[in-house]
Structure formats: structure tokens, C-alpha cells
Nanobody, 125 residues
Framework: QVQLVESGGGKVQPGDSLRLSCAASGGPFSQYAMGWFRQAPGKEREFVAMISWSGASTQYADSVSGRFTITKANATSAYLQMNRLKPEDTAVYTC???????????????????WGHGTQVTVSS
């Protein structure tokens, strides 16, 4: 049973930074493509960032490009470094992973096999 555990959320002021972590465990797979999604109150879940299993390829939503960076800590863990946070970044951030990912378009639409429970990020003065 694959489990994803996120950490690093919290409440910060506009302009601050946070780093989210996601670790996959419990499964037979040695590597995962990973992604981050977020959902604000009253809104649909949206794609934030994704990284290939090797870490060589990344993609970002336009709303976070240039401010957020996704990296692989190792084959089964990833970070999301969030800089220059804005109030509109407030949401529950959820990690996703897949050991045999489909194409990038499907991944951006959330077609990952495994999901975490999410961590709250609140940006407010």
C-alpha cells in the first residue's frame, strides 16, 4: 500500500516562503513521477507543479511559475519551494505520485495513482 505524507504547511505573511515535502512509502516501486495540486475553499482542485521520476523535467502552472520550484529529494520524495507567497496561494496542497506515469497532459489533469491527504497553506497579513 503506497502512502504519501506531506509536511511543511502553515500560516505565513504575503511575501514569505514555505517549503512543502512529500514522501512516498510502503509500495514496491523504487521511483515516482510526482506532482502538487491545490484546492482553495469554494474552488476546484488545480494543478500547481510536476516533476518527472528522474527530476530532469518539470512543469508549472502559470500562476506559480517563477515563484515555486519543484525538486526531487530522492527517487521517492519531492519538495515544493514556494517563494513570494500571495494571499491567493492559500489552499490545501496535496501531493500526488505515480510509478508508471501517463503522458504529461493527463498528469496535469490529475491522473496520478496515489495521493496524499494534503497540508494547509495560509497566506495572510
Amino acid at each position: 500500500q503506497v502512502q504519501l505524507v506531506e509536511s511543511g504547511g502553515g500560516k505565513v505573511q504575503p511575501g514569505d516562503s514555505l517549503r512543502l515535502s512529500c514522501a512516498a512509502s510502503g509500495g514496491p516501486f523504487s521511483q515516482y513521477a510526482m506532482g502538487w495540486f491545490r484546492q482553495a475553499p469554494g474552488k476546484e482542485r488545480e494543478f500547481v507543479a510536476m516533476i518527472s521520476w528522474s527530476g530532469a523535467s518539470t512543469q508549472y502552472a502559470d500562476s506559480v511559475s517563477g515563484r515555486f520550484t519543484i525538486t526531487k529529494a530522492n527517487a521517492t520524495s519531492a519538495y515544493l519551494q514556494m517563494n513570494r507567497l500571495k494571499p491567493e496561494d492559500t489552499a490545501v496542497y496535496t501531493c500526488a505520485a505515480d510509478p508508471v506515469p501517463p503522458n504529461d497532459a493527463l498528469l496535469r489533469r490529475g491522473q496520478y495513482n496515489y495521493w496524499g491527504h494534503g497540508t494547509q497553506v495560509t497566506v495572510s497579513s
